[in-house]
Nanobody, 124 residues
């Protein structure tokens, strides 16, 4: 069974930065794309960023493009999300997820495993 453990959330002022990390169990981490999604209070979960199995392809939601950067370390079974220039509207629970295959995807249904989420709160 795949387990994903996200960490790194917290409270930060607008304009600040945070780095989220997600540690994955299992020996096949490098075979799958990974993604980060977020869910704000009262809203549906939405896509934030995705990275292909090799790290060669990345996708970002328009709302985070230019401010967030996703990366992965296949030797350490981790995926990270660097978040800069944070805004109050970035406040949400952030989830890492493992895709069903190696290709990066923005589609919720293409992800098979989900972490427990980490809270990010951006104050104005």
């Amino acid at each position: 069974q795949v387990q994903l453990v996200a960490s790194g959330g917290g409270l930060v002022q607008a304009g600040g930065s945070l780095r989220l990390s997600c540690a994955a169990s299992g020996r096949t981490f490098s075979s799958y794309a990974m993604g980060w999604f977020r869910q704000a209070p009262g809203k549906e979960r939405e896509f934030a960023a995705a990275i292909s199995w090799s790290g060669g392809t990345t996708y970002y939601a328009d709302s985070v493009k230019g401010r967030f950067a996703i990366s992965r370390d296949n030797a350490k079974n981790t995926v990270s999300l660097r978040m800069n220039s944070l805004k109050p509207e970035d406040t949400a629970v952030y989830y890492c997820a493992r895709a069903r295959g190696p290709i990066a995807t923005m589609t919720n249904d293409e992800y098979a495993y989900w972490g427990q989420g980490t809270q990010v709160t951006v104050s104005s």
